[in-house]
């Protein structure tokens, strides 16, 4: 049987073009709320599309009118069947204050493994270095880090002022922009089953390692702690963020012992993937200021007991934010 | 078209819709179009922003190196948000990045799928993101399948207008209504909807082709029920289609249509 196509357009036509006009308002302000009433014509006319389309599917082989209703169809089933909730107004405040927190402690455990990983990259690197110090050029190739450590802090020292005076702004911006995308390339690797993801936080650890034990035995652990800790106080927490956003993301990928479909396991942490994105990003734009207008001055233009003080006081608020910012309940809102 | 290239989705109410997935060679030519615009701002941006060095040293080159890592990663983020899953390239190429699951598609999503670009540029020019693609079922890149989207091809189809092919002209085959009426039963769906499409892109072909293709039709057709020759005397083939189309798709004539039917059969 074939369907009388002009009889039934006819009678459908209206019910599509009203659809369609209902899609177009709803997709252009997402924000909007039907009432019930507007609620229910909505969901009926969607059934009397799909009605129409399993029709026209089954007793007619008409492209046009199928292809059409198809469209149709599938705007209207994202917009009945989503069940995450409609976007809000973003409010900064809340965000910062409770949902990134919050974020970062339930998902506590990738990041206590992000940093074991970085420590045993430090671990290594450190005996490396401490082992083998002519493994210097491969384990840490920067042209900065590979003079000897004593050298380097008579000079600095002896300067009035840091090499990049006048190009502070521009340090801090190649600095902030560079670091959140080492950033986002640690949580991307995530995708690799995390292992990227691990390769970039042991490699890290593994020049952080060789970096310290390297100053260590030179006797420059003042200047050390005073050149590092200002900004890497934030700046090596927000890579352990992003190394436990990218382990969040490999978990999801593997699954282990969840029943659960792949797609919704991406589905559940795409919220907290983002939220740990923005909170690395942020933490990075402070770590990169702090790295171009603090950590380059030394003794005596900056004594290295204020440096050091400075940073162990970014870490503790850091610890103190992460651990404890947004755990009291929002007390309910008083009745109208 | 393979069910490869198909994205089927099943609603709880049992209707199963499809969209037409975009290839990696279509997305690649997309991405082309998205890096020369990107590029071509980037170019503008520098321009501009670097004539304020003249305030004071530094502040240009200081705006640019933001400006150049908001506009390179923020492009695509920002356009697939406000042109609903589509960016200057993608809309040229009639292309749109949907939810997987065939659901309103998230700002998360967004976000995700574009700062996993820097997986998918590895180690060069998208390489693995490109190779992904081409062997997964649903043509997805790496940050396509952690955000769970997909990326389709629009169709533009609007209300189907069928007034013009399945207007009240006279119709020699309905002087026959019990040869129209087994025609109908005769004729199924696919085959008519041949005949349907060949009535409605008669247009597209070019002349011989076309003559060709009616011909053949109208053999088709004719084997099936045969009329009178006072029917389907002196008519062209392309005639005797879409008389077929007709009795097909339009069982019931209006009434000033069987009216005149029924003079011409006086």
Not at chain 1, 57 to 73: C, D, G, H, K, W
Request: hydrophobic content about 50%; overall charge positive; charged content about 20%.
């Amino acid at each position: 049987m074939i369907i009388d196509l002009e009889r039934f357009l006819n009678q459908e036509r209206s019910a599509w073009a009203e659809l369609e006009a209902m899609l177009d308002r709803l997709e252009a302000e997402p924000g909007e709320r039907l009432s019930l009433h507007q609620l229910r014509h909505f969901h009926e006319l969607y059934e009397r599309a799909s009605a129409a389309l399993a029709k026209i599917t089954t007793f007619s082989a008409e492209p046009q009118t199928r292809r059409y209703l198809e469209i149709l169809v599938a705007r209207a089933y994202a917009e009945i069947h989503e069940t995450r909730g409609r976007r809000q107004r973003f409010r900064f405040y809340d965000w910062l204050s409770r949902e990134l927190p919050q974020t970062f402690r339930r998902n506590v455990r990738a990041f206590w493994l992000s940093l074991a990983i970085t420590m045993v990259g430090c671990l290594f690197g450190g005996l490396a270095i401490g082992l083998d110090p002519d493994s210097k050029p491969v384990l840490m190739p920067f042209a900065g880090l590979m003079q000897d450590p004593a050298k380097r802090v008579a000079q600095e020292e002896k300067a009035d002022h840091p090499k990049i005076e006048g190009n502070k702004a521009p340090f801090a911006a190649e600095l902030m922009t560079h670091n959140i995308k080492v950033s986002i390339l640690t949580l991307a690797l995530g995708m690799t089953f995390g292992l990227g993801t691990i390769i970039m936080l042991f490699y890290n650890g593994v020049i952080l390692g060789a970096v310290a034990v390297d100053y260590l035995r030179a006797g420059q652990a003042k200047f050390l702690f005073g050149w590092l800790l200002p900004h890497g106080a934030i700046e090596i927490p927000s890579i352990l963020i992003a190394g436990q956003a990218g382990l969040l993301l490999a978990g999801a990928l593997i699954g282990w012992g969840r029943r659960v479909p792949l797609a919704q396991r991406l589905r559940e942490i795409s919220r907290e993937l983002l939220t740990l994105i923005g909170g690395f990003s942020l933490l990075l734009v402070w770590a990169g200021f702090v790295e171009s207008f603090l950590s380059q001055y030394h003794e005596p233009v900056l004594p290295y007991a204020v440096k050091i003080a400075f940073g162990l006081f970014e870490l503790g608020l850091l610890t103190l934010f992460l651990a404890k910012s947004g755990s009291k309940p929002v007390p309910a809102a008083p009745p109208p | 078209m393979s069910a490869r290239q198909q994205l089927h989705i099943r609603t709880p109410e049992g209707i199963v819709f499809s969209q037409t997935l975009a290839g990696p060679v279509a997305r690649a030519v997309a991405w082309i179009v998205d890096v020369l615009t990107i590029g071509a701002a980037i170019s503008l941006l520098q321009t501009i922003l670097m004539a304020f060095d003249a305030l004071s040293p530094g502040i240009g080159l200081t705006l640019f190196v933001l400006a150049y890592f908001i506009v390179s990663l923020g492009y695509f983020i920002f356009l697939e948000w406000r042109l609903r899953g589509q960016t200057l390239g993608k809309r040229l190429l009639r292309l749109r990045v949907v939810d997987a699951e065939g659901m309103r598609l998230q700002f998360n999503q967004i976000v995700i799928r574009n700062l996993l670009r820097f997986v998918d540029d590895l180690p060069l020019l998208y390489f693995l993101g490109g190779l992904v693609c081409w062997f997964n079922g649903r043509s997805q890149r790496l940050g396509d399948i952690a955000a769970n989207t997909v990326v389709i091809r629009l169709s533009q189809v609007g209300q189907p207008d069928l007034s013009q092919l399945l207007a009240g002209k006279f119709n020699s085959l309905r002087l026959y209504p019990h040869l129209a009426a087994r025609l109908r039963q005769q004729v199924g769906p696919a085959e008519a909807a041949v005949a349907l499409q060949a009535i409605m892109r008669r247009d597209e072909f070019n002349p011989v082709a076309r003559v060709l293709l009616f011909g053949e039709l109208a053999r088709h057709f004719a084997a099936k029920v045969e009329f009178p020759a006072d029917a389907t005397e002196g008519q062209a083939d392309e005639q005797y289609i879409r008389n077929v189309v007709d009795v097909v798709y339009r069982p019931r004539v209006e009434t000033g249509t069987a009216r005149a039917n029924a003079s011409m059969m006086s």
